[in-house]
């Protein structure tokens, strides 16, 4: 079963711009993951936000974490045509190591 | 940089039949991960590993799929026999020690088609 889900589920923008991804989830966190896939490939972990933070940056990515709405966004600024992926949001509920993925959300960066 | 491997990076088979995939992990990651991904779809974890133990195998169909870590370093996950619904990529992801908060390393994945 999926707990996070990602919002667009697709989303396609031109270099240079910014990419917004949302996740929500179901249950409460210890902490949530952004991970990267590349098409057909294995997925890359990139910035990972506690539940008691509300945000994280990293190079160009700005993670936002809202417990009360059970949300996250991953923000990727000034974009580039490298950056097309799929986005997963995974979460890690309370008493538990295990990572539960969103469905992604396909990014597209046009040159 | 150490890299998760795993082999075949492609199968085809007929249904029914046997199939197994490999994974070596990063060297010294004590955890070790087999994930099922669906096109269009996010990891869904089958089976984890702690050193040879397995600690959740709760999503693993144990009719036909079985999982072993005999010495607590690489990994084969096998499918007997397989069906038209088994396709989907096998992701095999290690981390130093299972813990909260731990980075996962993603290996590029096993694409399965049955046929």
């Known amino acids: 079963s999926q707990q996070g889900e990602e919002d667009p589920q697709a989303l396609s923008i031109q270099e240079g711009e910014n990419a917004t991804m949302n996740c929500s989830y179901k249950t409460s966190i210890n902490n949530l993951q952004w991970y990267r896939q590349n098409s057909g490939r294995g997925l890359v972990h990139l910035i990972l936000i506690r539940s008691n933070e509300r945000e994280k940056h990293s190079g160009r990515l700005r993670v936002t974490l809202d417990t009360s709405k059970k949300s996250s966004s991953l923000l990727i600024t000034a974009s580039r045509a490298a950056d097309t992926a799929s986005y997963f949001c995974?979460?890690?509920?309370?008493?538990?190591?295990?990572?539960?993925f969103g469905k992604g959300t396909k990014l597209t960066v046009n040159p | 940089e150490a890299e998760v491997a795993q082999s075949p990076r492609y199968k085809i088979t007929e249904k029914s039949q046997a199939v197994a995939f490999w994974c070596d992990p990063i060297s010294g990651h004590a955890t070790l991960y087999w994930y099922r991904q669906i096109l269009g779809q996010g990891p869904e974890l089958l089976v984890q590993?702690?050193?040879?133990?397995?600690?959740?195998d709760s999503q693993l169909p144990k009719d036909r799929f079985s999982a072993e870590r005999l010495k607590g370093v690489d990994s084969t996950l096998k499918i007997q026999p397989a069906e038209l619904g088994d396709s989907a990529m096998y992701l095999c992801?290690?981390?130093?020690?299972?813990?909260?908060?731990?980075?996962?390393?993603f290996g590029p994945g096993t694409r399965l088609l049955v046929l």
């Open positions: 590993f702690q050193d040879e133990s397995v600690v959740d």
């Open positions: 992801a290690s981390s130093p020690n299972g813990v909260a908060g731990e980075t996962q390393y």
């Open positions: 995974a979460t890690e509920a309370g008493g538990s190591e295990k990572l539960v």
